[in-house]
Structure formats: C-alpha cells, structure tokens
C-alpha cells in the first residue's frame, strides 16, 4: 500500500511540472520542493521502518543520481529542472516499487539488476523520445509531403510552417539564411535561427516581395519532463525498457 501512496503521491507534481515545461519551458523550485516535502513522509515512514539499511541504500541510490544527472547537466544534455525532479524522485522511491494489484505484480517486467528506480526513469525517459522524431516524420509526409521529402533529414526533427504564420515561440527556424546575387540563400546550423520579431518582419517582406517560398523549416523544443513522467509511468507498471529489449535481443 505504500508503495502506491509513493507513487500517486508523485504523479500530481510530475503531470504539473510538465504542464509549466510546455507553457514556460520552466519548472519552478517551489514545485519540486513541495514534492520533495510531501514524499518525506514516506521517507521517514521507510527509516523507522527498515532502518540503517534503507538509510544506506537511499544515500547511496541519491550520490549515484546526483553524479549522474549533474554530468549530463553540465554537459547541456537536459535542464536543471529536470536534473533536481530525478534527484527528488530517488529520495522518495530508491529501489523499485513493487505493488502487487490483484494476481498482477508490477512492475511487469520485473525488477533490473541495477536496482535504482530513478536511473531506470531516465533510461526510459531517452527511449521514449524516440517516438517524437517518428511522429514528426509522420506528420510531414502525411501533410505536406512534396516540399518535406526535398530535405528528408529535416522530417525527423522538425516541420514546415508558413511564413504568413510565423511567430515567435518554443521553437526556433532550423536553418540560418543570408541575400545573395540570386536572392535568399538558406543553410542548416546546429543552434538554429531565434525567430525574433526582426526575423519575422524580413521574412515576410521577403516572401511578399517574391524571394522566397512559402515556409520555413523548425523544430520544437520537446519539455524533457513530458518523456521523465512517461518514463516514470512505464517504470512503474511495466519496468525497465532498455533492461527488457536488452535481455530480448540477446534471446534471439
């Protein structure tokens, strides 16, 4: 039983961190404090239950994700927010939960061999983004698939949009583009274009004037906490995906 109240306990402030990720690309310390004050009932409930052992364990299951995400933080590959919401999460459910609902056992799965609950979110948490670049090829060749396919690379992580659409928002133009002889020349850079109010006067001017097409290419800033809730919830009732198609492939 208290394993579910650990995790439902959880799940309000993870679905509200990840409504501010897609309105403010921001989750606010306040949040995950909160969180982190509502799970340490469940933190003490464990400590005088289990003791120095459990004490050992959740330092240790902490230090490791601690290590972990500030690596991958001071490396840019996700966000602060997103580091502290792992970290909180493997204070208030170190090892795996095991709820047991009615014949079933979750997770259903089993359990992994590195037995770190919050390590096997964020695994699951990168498997799952894959699903966006797939989505948004799908989307691409099902609505505009003549201009799309001409930069077939392009599909996977971003779109077309109008440029009589053109707003600024959390997502940025893939492509820079400078006047040339012949007109406007676009190119792909990593960081992108900022499309600034500046950005979308000249483009629009230049489309009005006949020296551009009609959209340009750019790609969405996916919130990380939508595929870290996902993957909270999948570790939960199903368990570890890269462990399980790991163990898969090498039954073949």
């Known amino acids: 039983m208290i394993e579910i109240l650990k995790v439902l306990s959880c799940m309000p402030f993870l679905l509200y961190a990840c409504y501010s990720d897609i309105k403010t690309r921001r989750v606010a310390n306040e949040v995950l404090v909160v969180m982190f004050g509502v799970g340490y009932i469940f933190i003490m409930h464990d400590l005088l239950m289990f003791g120095l052992p459990y004490l050992i364990r959740n330092v240790l299951s902490f230090l490791f994700i601690f290590a972990f995400v500030y690596i991958l933080f001071q490396l840019g590959a996700f966000g602060g927010a ?4 792992l970290m909180v999460i493997s204070l208030i459910i170190p090892a795996y939960p095991l709820i047991t609902l ?8 089993g359990v992994p061999p590195i037995n770190i609950f919050a390590f096997s979110v964020f695994a699951n948490s990168v498997l799952l983004t894959i ?6 090829f799908t ?5 505009n698939p003549k201009a799309s396919l001409k930069n077939p690379l392009y599909m996977f ?8 659409e ?6 940025r133009m893939m492509e820079s583009y400078g006047r040339t002889k012949e007109g406007v020349n676009f190119k792909f850079t990593r960081s992108g274009t900022e499309i600034t109010s500046n950005v979308i ?12 097409e009609g959209g340009v290419w750019v790609t969405p800033g996916l919130p990380f906490m939508i595929p870290i809730t996902a993957g909270f919830i999948t570790a939960v009732v199903f368990g570890d995906l890269i ?3 790991t163990m898969q492939f090498m039954m073949l």
Do not use: C, R, W
């Not at 989307?139 to 609505?143: C, D, G």
């Open 82 to 85: 997103d580091a502290k919401v």
């Open 102 to 109: 009615g014949q079933n056992v979750l997770p259903i799965s």
């Open 157 to 164: 992580i971003g779109y077309i949009m109008p440029i009589n």
């Open 201 to 212: 006067y000249e483009l629009q001017s230049l489309y009005k004037n006949g020296k551009i």
């Open 243 to 245: 462990f399980y198609l």
């Open 139 to 143: 989307y691409n060749l099902v609505t």
């Open 166 to 171: 053109l707003k600024k928002g959390h997502f």
């Open 131 to 136: 699903v966006v670049p797939i989505g948004l």
